[in-house]
């Protein structure tokens, strides 16, 4: 299929979830970020030990933390940690550490290139730059061995919300792309002197999309950072927006963008990076700080909706309470004892979220359908209607659309209906993936839950058929065809269109599951013409959760059980 991006909206179902109690071993990260000034006047070992944290970032910059535990101070900070049982880690603004700005009068190709076509010195790199790569790589393992991480992740992240290059390779990659490039030759020389080694892509302002033409390595995790967001409303608000100017971002859209990137990165290992105790951020980033305008309602709805999606690890930025901030706020800490009780009370779903059966398949005897599109059997009177196709990309443009299935011992039948007044059809068609650019209905079939095997049936309003295999993300085969057995017929109403089929039940067999259902989701594609342009709407029985329109991800998927 072939979408363009449209308006999202949130589908408030996804905040229902089973959960079940687990014990605190069960959450790996309890955490708190602080910068070395922080960590230097105030006793965060102590802090977290006594508040239920168990996992300290040090923060900004490479050298600069790499400086600050070589100091008497750095030094007490780790030991301390190392007493408490706290584990520490290392969240870095890493790119023009890892590449020295110096080196740009030597080399500026190695450096960014700007849109006006311009190498300047400041802010990231050029990923293409196989030099640039092997000196960011190289000083990327140097301070990952100067700073080992208690935990086994690491974190070497781009320059803080600063632009990427726009060189003719690197220009076709987002940031998010990008940075994986990056990440993903880091984490295998990480991985050389350290087995265990993790490597975090940080999702956050301009990174915040994800990845699609570039696949993480293994080991590579999600840190998802919603800077942008307001925290005086819960993230399950999604009417809420940012409150930073223009640059707020509605809490539906970093919702789906955290489903687009799950889509990518395993949940289990993925880490929140939140700003529920972020001080720093509430003051502008100037000091004197303020007082901390501390939700605990917020935090704990959040931490519910983030568990929702079966993320276990989470932490905030702390930065700004320090030895002044404790002065002039009169050491008022409750709400460090509060985050943790939060954290340690929290419930988390027992198992990965289930696949739900969308659509329940009645047997009926052998030769009862004739497919002529015309719904006059009586067996169709007692097929369940599934009619939840919805446009949750767009939800103005929600045309009547519903599937109904039967089976008998040798083929599964499927009747859709399409209300549509304005039916678009390519003119002069001439193949069949000629479908793409036109009105349809749509199938996928799956022989496993990650879309390593899939099959596509895309069809008409005049009965033809785009028929192809695929595997996750988007690689197709367009010259696999459907074999014998499967048929289809199309009518054009004034009102709409109907598409009735049947496909060999040996041919759904194969992807049959453990439990007897079969993985599978149905979609339409809905187009109409304004200016001479076509405007494409996209309806499915299952939202995908994706930020942009996108049923080729595993979260589209259903089940089918038959009866």
Known sequence: MKMKNVSIVFISALLV????????????????ILDVNDLSTVDWAKLAHENGINTIGTHIFPKQVADFVQTEKGKKFLADCKKYGIKVEHQLHAMSDLLPRELFEQDPSMFRMTKDGERVQKHNFCVHSEKALGIVVKNAVDYAKMLPPDNHRYYF????????????????????EQALIVENRIIKELRKFNPKAQLAH??????????????????IFLEFAPIHRTWDKPLSDTSAKGTRGKSGVYHKDY??????NLTVFPAETAVVLEYWLDVSLF????????????????CEDDLKTYASFGIRNFTTFAVYVDDNYLKNHNSDLQFLKEYGELLNNLTLPAVKTQIPVLYTVKTIPPGLITLDAVR????WNDAEKLTTFVNPWNPSVQPATSLQMLKDDKFLYFFFEAKDDEIVLVENFSKEDDVIDEDRVEFMFAKDAELKEYYSFEMDPKGRTLDYTGSYYRQFDFDWNMSAGYAIHSEIQSDGYTVEGKMPLGFLNKMMQDDGTILFSAFRAEFSKKDGKIVENWLTVKDSLTFDPDFHVPSSLGKLKFD
């Open 202 to 219: 940080l999702a956050y302002h301009t990174s915040m999309s994800a990845p699609r033409k570039v696949k993480p390595e293994p080991g």
């Open 283 to 298: 003051s502008n980033w100037k000091k004197p700080a303020v007082k901390l305008p501390w939700n605990k309602a917020v």
């Open 255 to 260: 919702l789906r963008h955290l489903q687009d």
């Open 157 to 176: 992240w781009l320059d803080d919300g600063a632009p990427v290059c726009e060189c003719p390779a690197c220009s076709k990659y987002s940031p998010s």
């Open 17 to 32: 979830f089973n959960i079940a109690a687990v014990s605190a071993e069960d959450i790996p990260m309890r955490g708190v």
């Open 376 to 379: 006059k059997e009586s067996a």
